[in-house]
């Protein structure tokens, strides 16, 4: 997952993408609206964090203008403003969930994941494909109740097709949404990854579509 945070407190920021990375994600900071609009603009992100009072764009006006272009990403506002009619406005805007400063960082992340969960259509926090279980709270993964250690790569690879799960996705889209925007984005690394992967969890986790991408069987139960 790949995660855009605006904000222009580069405490704040820092704070919130040391959490992040912590949890697994791959996280781009801007400091401002104008940057903050170009990067979500142009970029494939799984959500932004997009605080309200940038400085050259304010993140309302960033809101609505990702909107307008299309782009359905889902965003949780940071505000330090305390009237409840800008939280509406934002949430009219497109947000998906507000959550006014100051806070706790174990809030924002879990108000993260739901939006993200949310978005892929995933209501639990725990994600199943046959005998495989992903724990997005606590970042485990276990088959038929054994827990297996992944790196942070193959954990993001493995999250993302498994919020997407049932869904081919090309080599191309993974590579976009498994690393920041700072980091060479190789397409050809994906095979290296999903091949690791089927090493540690079996052949039958990740299934490809030959010429097309890779994809986790969706549902309780693995064809064969």
């Known amino acids: 997952m790949k995660i855009l945070v605006a904000e222009d407190e580069p405490r704040i920021a820092a704070d919130i993408a040391a959490v992040l990375k912590a949890s697994g ?19 494939n992100y799984d959500a932004a964090i997009l605080d309200l009072g940038l400085p050259k764009l304010d993140g309302l006006t960033v809101l609505k203008r990702w909107r307008a ?9 940071l505000t330090a403003r305390g009237l409840w009619t800008e939280r509406v406005e934002g949430i009219n805007a497109g947000a998906d969930d507000y959550l006014p400063k100051p806070f706790e960082m174990e809030e924002l992340l879990a108000r993260l994941r739901a939006i993200l969960r949310r978005s892929s259509g995933q209501a639990a926090p725990v994600l199943t494909s046959g005998p495989l279980l992903l724990d997005t709270r606590q970042m485990r993964i276990s088959l038929r109740g054994i827990p297996v250690a992944l790196s942070p790569l193959e954990y993001r690879l493995l999250a ?13 889209e993974l590579a976009e949404h498994l690393y920041s925007s700072d980091n060479e984005r190789d397409p050809n690394t994906i095979e290296v990854i999903v091949a690791r992967l089927r090493r540690k969890l079996g052949s039958d986790v990740i299934e490809t579509r030959r010429g ?13």
């Open 212 to 224: 097309f991408g890779y994809f986790v069987p969706d549902g309780p139960g693995w064809p064969g």
């Open 160 to 172: 993302f097709l498994m919020h997407h799960a049932g869904r081919v996705v090309a080599p191309t």
């Open 69 to 77: 272009n299309g782009r359905r990403f889902p965003v949780l506002i």
């Open 25 to 43: 994600m791959a996280v781009d900071i801007v400091s401002d609206g104008e940057a903050a609009w170009f990067a979500g603009d142009v970029e």
